[in-house]
């Protein structure tokens, strides 16, 4: 076997977080992180293992940073440090703080709050979609952007709520 096909072989495997995240353009590796080969004690293989099990709001909220902004949101890695040092976001993948998250990457002034499954977005405002299946959450955004592509939770549940996120300033 090819040492090629070997490592694209591998990165299939590896990335397989991001081949399922159309129109997402973040930064894979570590690299601009100089002599980073951990964040927060986890090895990058680890983070993303917590990234494909838990981080559907996280790469949503990196999803909506690139709407407003049109812009690169820069290395997921990056991001879950800074966000996790920070105590924005914790070492699972779970989302303390999305407003000061989405504040980071677009520079903007953001209000979050929840609301009803059937809200609908006015000017100025882009939605997260919190749907259940089976006592299992996942998170979609109100345009179609589906972390993992094909949600079973998705397919299967229903929207039980929204978290609004309002561009301030």
Known sequence: MSVDKIFFGFLKKFAF???DIPNLVCYVGMSEVQGMSE??????QKIAKTFGEYGCYFFCILYLAQ????GYCGSVFYLYDVFTRNGWLGSDCYVNDPGKMLEYLTGKKINVRKELP?????????????WEYNCLQHFTTADGYDPIGDSNT???GKVVGTRVFEVVG
């Open 154 to 156: 998705v397919r299967l």
């Open 39 to 44: 964040v927060q004690g986890m090895s990058e």
């Open 67 to 70: 709407k407003i902004t049109h």
């Open 118 to 130: 059937d809200y609908t977005a006015r000017n100025n405002e882009f939605v997260i979609l919190v």
């Open 17 to 19: 977080f991001l081949v």
